[in-house]
C-alpha cells in the first residue's frame, strides 16, 4: 500500500489544483482560456498515470471506478492533444473528478 499511498496523493494533489484552476469558472469561460485549459489538460495527465501505477488490489477496492476508462483518456490527451474535446475536458472535471476524489479520500483513509 505503501506506493499506492504516494499515487493517490498525488491523484488528490492533481484533482486539488484543477478543483483551484477552475473554481468558480463557466463552462464558457474555461472554453475560452488556453492558460486554464492548459493547466487542467496537463495535470489530467499526470492525474491519469498515476492512476496507471496503482496497484490492481487498490482498483478492486473500488469497483464504480472506471479505471480503464481513466487510462483511456490519458491516451487520448497524450497522443491525440489536437483532437482533444474541450467539452468533454470540462464535464469531466465538472462530473467525474468529485467522483475520482471521493474514491481516493476513501482509499487513503481517515488517517494519511
Given at each position: 500500500?505503501?506506493?499506492?499511498?504516494?499515487?493517490?496523493?498525488?491523484?488528490?494533489?492533481?484533482?486539488?489544483?484543477?478543483?483551484?484552476?477552475?473554481?468558480?469558472?463557466?463552462?464558457?469561460?474555461?472554453?475560452?482560456?488556453?492558460?486554464?485549459?492548459?493547466?487542467?489538460?496537463?495535470?489530467?495527465?499526470?492525474?491519469?498515470?498515476?492512476?496507471?501505477?496503482?496497484?490492481?488490489?487498490?482498483?478492486?477496492?473500488?469497483?464504480?471506478?472506471?479505471?480503464?476508462?481513466?487510462?483511456?483518456f490519458?491516451?487520448?490527451?497524450?497522443?491525440?492533444?489536437?483532437?482533444?474535446?474541450?467539452?468533454?475536458?470540462?464535464?469531466?472535471?465538472?462530473n467525474?473528478?468529485?467522483?475520482?476524489?471521493?474514491?481516493?479520500?476513501?482509499?487513503?483513509?481517515?488517517?494519511?
Amino acid at each position: 500500500m505503501k506506493d499506492d499511498k504516494l499515487y493517490l496523493i498525488h491523484i488528490g494533489e492533481c484533482i486539488d489544483r484543477i478543483e483551484a484552476y477552475t473554481q468558480g469558472m463557466a463552462k464558457e469561460a474555461f472554453l475560452a482560456s488556453s492558460l486554464v485549459q492548459d493547466a487542467v489538460i496537463r495535470n489530467l495527465q499526470t492525474m491519469a498515470e498515476s492512476t496507471q501505477r496503482l496497484s490492481a488490489r487498490a482498483k478492486e477496492g473500488q469497483p464504480g471506478i472506471d479505471w480503464y476508462k481513466i487510462a483511456g483518456f490519458r491516451n487520448i490527451l497524450v497522443h491525440d492533444y489536437l483532437g482533444v474535446d474541450l467539452a468533454k475536458v470540462w464535464n469531466i472535471v465538472q462530473n467525474d473528478l468529485p467522483v475520482l476524489k471521493s474514491a481516493v479520500s476513501e482509499m487513503l483513509g481517515p488517517n494519511w
